[in-house]
Every structure is written in C-alpha cells, then in structure tokens.
C-alpha cells in the first residue's frame, strides 16, 4: 500500500494538492497513491476531498499523537512547534502506512507553494 500524506494551507487549491503529489509521484508507477493522509484537521478540507474523489481513494485522519510518532527526515521548526513533527506530509504518510513504513519520497512541494506531499510504503509483513 502507497500513503500520500499531504500538507497544505487553507488556501491550497485541488491544483495545488495535485501538483505536490506529481511532484512526490515523479519517476514511480502512475496509479499513485492507494490512501491519502493528512491531519485531522484537515481531512474535510474541499480541495482535498475533491482531489480524493477524483483519484477514487479513501482520505485518512491522522491524530496529532500519530502524525508526531514517525520520525520525518525534514525538519522544519515552525512545524516542528505547531504538529510536533518535523513535516506534515512526510508524518501523516508515515502514520498512515503503519509500523514499518518507509518513504518512497520525501516532501515535495507546489509549484504555488501552498501545498506539500510525501508519499510513503507500508512496511513488509511476516
């Protein structure tokens, strides 16, 4: 299973949602993404849940205690303060994914810059 954890403005447009996961999504198979994650708070925004029905796949609310669980290799400190996590997208694809999940990509961001995605694989299982 691919995660596509997402982070945006309120001002991130389904555009702007897309463009961050094309960028993520540059270079790996094209029937991206299986699940899209993103914080609680976010997960009944329009622009995503347009960019959800669009691709045909189900939005996942992260908790705050799950988005700051997964260590992110980006580390922005005004993110850091405000989810307890180094990236929004990188965490919530992470979680999503559940234990053993790696990054297939890290944080990509919108050409609008009002919108990032990393997308993430779910761990192998016994």
């Known amino acids: 299973m691919i995660v596509a954890g997402f982070g945006f403005?309120?001002?991130?447009?389904?555009?702007?949602?897309a463009d961050?996961?094309?960028?993520?999504?540059q270079g790996l198979a094209p029937d991206l993404p299986d699940l899209i994650a993103v914080p609680a708070d976010k997960a009944a925004a329009p622009a995503l849940t347009a960019?959800?029905?669009?691709?045909?796949?189900?939005?996942?609310?992260?908790?705050g205690a799950e988005l700051a669980a997964p260590s992110t290799p980006t580390r922005s400190p005004r993110i850091l303060a405000r989810y307890g996590t180094g990236s929004v997208a990188e965490g919530a694809a992470l979680a999503a994914a559940g234990p053993g999940a790696r990054l297939l990509s890290p944080r990509r961001i919108s050409a609008d810059r009002r919108?990032?995605?990393a997308l993430a694989i779910a761990g192998e299982t016994p």
């Open 9 to 17: 403005r309120s001002s991130a447009a389904e555009s702007s949602l």
């Open 20 to 25: 961050a996961l094309a960028q993520a999504a």
């Open 51 to 63: 960019l959800a029905a669009r691709l045909g796949v189900p939005v996942r609310a992260v908790t």
């Open 115 to 117: 919108a990032t995605c």
